[in-house]
């Protein structure tokens, strides 16, 4: 237990304070268009980011560009108040996993080709890498160039993406990198990682419930895409919560995906056998992965309820933060795509 949480947490509950209530998110749900979301969002705590972002986007862009640099104020403002000590670097492990998502979403959009402002759109630079870093990274001209900038500045995930392009090159497969990033950053939150405080295994319990959710991602991904079960065994993450190699390996060798779920009943994920079976049948991937990650949002944010003199209240805080900006991004996008008001519900993800 660490006395600087007194004065931490109290901060951080300051901020909860002005996380958005949910009639606020259904008077969104209700607005006509984007621009009346924007409008009703000036009279949040998003205010002074929406009107910073007027000055030069409007529309989808304006809001997207305000939400972003609302959700790096926030998470830079928590790392402020760690300052020092074993707290930072949970903070650091934790605020990780964007820095990740961020690298493999420029990756991604590199290996097809998007646009810049595509590319942008995705991000959330809540980690380490902030956003002129991430610009100089888009700038680049395709995979390589990303990779080679992130080994010259010598930021540590260059390392398993320079080991793994040969195998990359060859088989023109993302996979490979995606993989590679993902092993090498939870390899390295559990080395740093004991179990020795109560701050440890909280950190200890979210890092290994991600390896599980992205070990049953890419699980059903391989079996969907047929890959062979020797090939497919290289890409799994050692170190899960609830679910060890052999379990992994269970569901792969299934060969579908109702026999993967079916080893998942005696664990945390039984929910997922809950799904149509029409999403078994047309093999949606995306509707799994949609259901892990609200898993993991409900599983972070349930820490606000832990011991309040410790990492929890913040570990709470950047999951309902994360919850709560994607919320808006789900109506916004809803929005313009014309989807009604009952679709838009079905979206979000109410904890």
Avoid at 131 to 159: H, N, S
Avoid at 272 to 289: G, N, Q, R
Avoid at 296 to 324: C, M, Q, T
Wanted: aromatic share 8%; proline share 3%; net charge negative.
């Amino acid at each position: 237990m660490n006395v600087e949480y007194d004065y931490v947490n109290a901060r951080i509950k300051g901020m909860k304070s002005r996380l958005l209530d949910p009639p606020v998110l259904e008077s969104l749900i209700l607005k006509p268009d984007v621009d009346s979301i924007i409008a009703e969002l000036t009279n949040t705590p998003y205010k002074e980011e929406i009107e910073r972002a007027t000055i030069q986007y409007s529309g989808i862009k304006c809001l997207e560009v305000a939400l972003r640099n609302d959700f790096t104020k926030a998470f830079r403002k928590i790392l402020s108040f760690l300052k020092g000590g074993e707290s930072e670097i949970y903070m650091k492990i934790l605020l990780g996993r964007w820095d990740i998502q961020n690298i493999k979403t420029i990756l991604r959009g590199k290996n097809i080709h998007m646009t810049s402002a595509e590319i942008v759109e995705c991000l959330v630079p809540a980690g380490q890498l902030d956003d002129t870093t991430l610009m100089e990274l888009i700038k680049q001209a395709d995979v390589k160039a990303v990779i080679d900038l992130l080994a010259t500045w010598g930021i540590e995930y260059a390392k398993p993406l320079t080991r793994n392009f040969k195998e990359y090159s060859e088989k023109r497969d993302l996979s490979v990198l995606e993989y590679a990033i993902d092993k090498f950053y939870y390899e390295n939150a559990l080395d740093k990682l004991g179990e020795d405080t109560y701050d440890d295994r909280i950190i200890l319990d979210m890092i290994t419930t991600e390896i599980d959710v992205t070990n049953i991602k890419n699980v059903l991904k391989m079996i969907r895409d047929k890959v062979e079960n020797d090939e497919a065994e290289a890409f799994l993450i050692k170190g899960g919560f609830a679910l060890d190699i052999g379990n992994l390996l269970s569901m792969l060798k299934s060969g579908t995906l109702e026999g993967a779920i079916k080893v998942l009943d005696a664990t945390p994920y039984k929910f997922l056998s809950d799904l149509p079976a029409d999403v078994f049948k047309a093999e949606k991937i995306s509707v799994f992965e949609k259901e892990l990650e609200k898993y993991l949002i409900k599983r972070g944010i349930s820490r606000f309820l832990g011991d309040p003199l410790s990492i929890a209240v913040a570990v709470g805080y950047i999951w309902a933060k994360h919850n709560e900006i994607t919320n808006i991004r789900i109506i916004a996008r809803c929005k313009t795509a014309d989807i009604t008001e009952k679709e838009i519900r079905e979206e979000l993800i109410y904890v």
